[in-house]
């Protein structure tokens, strides 16, 4: 079998590592066969869409990735753009080393673009962390999980939640020997997790965002369809027959693995590095805060990040609070002030530095009080470290972390940065827990059932 795994951005490289790996073991396990037989071969893909040094290539290093087969080099432009330049360089690459599967990771603009080119070429698609809904339709990330989950023959998820929303679309629920299939978990219920908003969210329903976006049709529809085209019993047997038979051949397969970004953490934890910043402020366990912002809503407009950062700042209790400024931000930040000088009496606890790598960042959120954040991946980590997380959006696409784990979400007005950070300096934070499946072997499972596959 020859895979072609696509890495674009930060969080594919930790998605990516532990495949790689499950990879090499099983073809190790595999040795006496002859030949390839049985043997899984792999081609890496970087497709070059982060092209900050401490955003890309550190990564690789840290985790031990090896270097790419190919870095298709795009990097920058706008979103359409950028989705152009990888559909075109990805068709020329996977002409000339064709695969029988594509394995994309996340919802980055990559994993997206790999995908439609893959299909177009008549090469099957496996996603992981497939599922998983925001049911946001203003992020960008949103849309390319909906696009490449529309496309993918073969779906590995992180959460029952996320298994639910497949199986609406109509997708396979698959039994595997890690994970009974509980028939139960998929229904419509009261406890319904796949949408956890903030109070003040303008998210839109799960089934009215699908029917939106994949432009379905309601059983009256059907129904009048029927009846505008009158077919005699002999031509609907012919069409049912048919749409029998490739509804069979191509039905979509999902199974529940859990997360393999939780295996590269469990994988690289005893490893996690301090920072320069460590000593050089003199940090010590619990007495700090980290954040991250780079989400269009917090940053983009200028008097709504400056009283963000005001209200996390004046409510942090005199903690420091390390910011690992985001290439993104970076652009509007320093300005927002006047100069270096005035944003140090503004806000004298809160320290910029550069991006880090994966091992020393995670070094700080392992001993951080609690993490600001508006990204995704990071509330994983958080929740499997037990580490308190005050999210800055009006919706998640992974309800767990707020359901079992340590996440809370609060929303992107300034006014709740203080109730939440009061709660966490009170003693009030939830503990949490881990999700079911996070245990470190999440590749393993994937690897296992992609080599049993008959393509």
Same mark, same amino acid.
């Given at each position: 079998?020859?895979?072609?795994?696509?890495? &674009?951005?930060?969080?594919?490289?930790?998605?990516?590592?532990?495949?790689?790996? !499950?990879?090499?073991?099983? =073809?190790? !396990?595999?040795?006496?066969?002859?030949?390839?037989?049985?043997?899984?071969?792999?081609?890496?893909?970087?497709? &070059?869409?982060?092209? #900050?040094?401490?955003?890309?290539?550190?990564?690789?290093?840290?985790?031990?990735?090896?270097?790419?087969?190919?870095?298709?080099?795009?990097?920058?432009?706008?979103?359409?753009?950028?989705?152009?330049?990888? +559909?075109?360089?990805?068709?020329?690459?996977?002409?000339?080393?064709?695969?029988?599967?594509?394995? %994309?990771?996340?919802?980055?603009?990559?994993?997206?673009?790999?995908?439609?080119?893959?299909?177009?070429?008549?090469?099957? %698609?496996?996603?992981?962390?497939?599922?998983?809904?925001? /049911?946001?339709?203003? $992020?960008?990330?949103?849309?390319?999980? +909906?696009?490449?989950?529309?496309?993918?023959?073969? $779906?590995?998820?992180?959460? *029952?939640?996320?298994?639910?929303?497949?199986?609406?679309?109509?997708?396979?629920?698959?039994?595997?020997?890690?994970?009974?299939?509980?028939?139960?978990?998929?229904?419509?219920?009261?406890?319904?997790?796949?949408?956890?908003?903030?109070?003040?969210? =303008?998210?839109?329903?799960?089934?009215?965002?699908?029917?939106?976006?994949?432009?379905?049709?309601?059983?009256?529809?059907?129904?009048?369809?029927?009846?505008s085209y009158p077919l005699d019993s002999s031509e609907k047997n012919v069409i049912f027959d048919n749409q029998d038979k490739n509804s069979k051949n191509n039905q979509q397969k999902v199974w529940f693995v859990g997360n393999v970004?939780?295996?590269?953490?469990?994988?690289?934890?005893?490893?996690?590095?301090?920072?320069?910043?460590? #000593?050089?402020? &003199?940090?010590?366990?619990?007495?700090?805060?980290? $954040?991250?912002?780079?989400?269009?809503?917090?940053?983009?407009?200028?008097?709504?990040?400056?009283?963000?950062?005001?209200?996390?700042?004046?409510?942090?209790?005199?903690?420091?609070?390390?910011?690992?400024?985001?290439?993104?931000?970076?652009?509007?930040?320093?300005?927002? /002030? &006047?100069?270096?000088?005035?944003?140090?009496?503004?806000?004298? =606890?809160?320290?910029?530095?550069?991006?880090?790598?994966?091992?020393?960042?995670?070094?700080?959120?392992?001993?951080?009080?609690?993490?600001?954040?508006?990204?995704?991946?990071?509330?994983?980590?958080?929740?499997?470290?037990?580490?308190?997380?005050?999210?800055?959006?009006?919706?998640?696409?992974?309800?767990?972390?707020?359901?079992?784990?340590?996440?809370?979400?609060?929303?992107?007005?300034?006014?709740?940065?203080?109730?939440?950070?009061?709660?966490?300096? !009170?003693?009030?934070?939830?503990?949490?827990?881990?999700?079911?499946?996070?245990?470190?072997?999440?590749?393993?499972?994937?690897?296992?059932?992609?080599?049993?596959? *008959?393509?």
């Amino acid at each position: 079998m020859k895979i072609t795994l696509i890495a &674009g951005a930060r969080p594919n490289f930790m998605k990516v590592a532990p495949i790689i790996k !499950a990879i090499k073991a099983f =073809n190790d !396990a595999n040795d006496g066969n002859d030949a390839n037989d049985g043997k899984i071969s792999y081609r890496l893909v970087h497709t &070059g869409q982060h092209y #900050d040094k401490n955003m890309s290539d550190t990564f690789f290093e840290e985790l031990g990735i090896p270097a790419p087969d190919v870095n298709l080099g795009c990097g920058g432009g706008s979103q359409a753009e950028q989705t152009a330049a990888i +559909m075109v360089a990805f068709e020329k690459e996977l002409m000339a080393h064709p695969a029988d599967i594509v394995l %994309v990771v996340g919802d980055v603009t990559s994993t997206m673009a790999c995908s439609i080119v893959a299909k177009k070429l008549n090469t099957k %698609v496996c996603h992981v962390e497939a599922g998983i809904r925001s /049911w946001d339709l203003t $992020m960008p990330e949103e849309i390319n999980r +909906m696009v490449t989950d529309s496309l993918a023959d073969y $779906m590995f998820t992180t959460s *029952e939640v996320a298994n639910r929303n497949l199986v609406r679309m109509g997708a396979i629920l698959m039994e595997n020997k890690n994970k009974e299939n509980r028939e139960e978990n998929i229904k419509e219920n009261k406890n319904d997790e796949s949408q956890v908003t903030c109070s003040n969210s =303008n998210s839109i329903d799960p089934q009215s965002a699908q029917k939106q976006a994949f432009g379905q049709l309601d059983a009256q529809s059907y129904s009048d369809t029927d009846k505008s085209y009158p077919l005699d019993s002999s031509e609907k047997n012919v069409i049912f027959d048919n749409q029998d038979k490739n509804s069979k051949n191509n039905q979509q397969k999902v199974w529940f693995v859990g997360n393999v970004m939780i295996d590269t953490l469990l994988a690289n934890r005893s490893r996690f590095r301090k920072p320069e910043v460590w #000593d050089e402020l &003199g940090l010590k366990e619990q007495e700090f805060i980290v $954040m991250t912002m780079h989400r269009p809503a917090n940053v983009d407009e200028e008097n709504h990040l400056r009283a963000m950062m005001e209200q996390i700042i004046d409510n942090a209790h005199g903690l420091p609070v390390i910011f690992p400024i985001h290439p993104r931000t970076a652009k509007l930040f320093y300005g927002l /002030w &006047g100069d270096e000088a005035e944003l140090a009496k503004r806000l004298p =606890n809160l320290h910029i530095v550069e991006p880090m790598g994966y091992l020393e960042f995670n070094y700080l959120v392992e001993r951080a009080k609690a993490v600001v954040t508006d990204s995704g991946g990071i509330t994983e980590e958080t929740t499997v470290m037990g580490v308190p997380c005050i999210t800055l959006r009006d919706n998640t696409e992974r309800p767990e972390t707020c359901t079992v784990g340590t996440n809370e979400l609060i929303g992107t007005d300034p006014a709740a940065i203080k109730p939440a950070l009061d709660k966490l300096f !009170a003693g009030e934070w939830k503990k949490g827990a881990i999700p079911e499946l996070w245990d470190g072997h999440t590749a393993e499972r994937i690897i296992e059932i992609l080599s049993a596959l *008959e393509i």
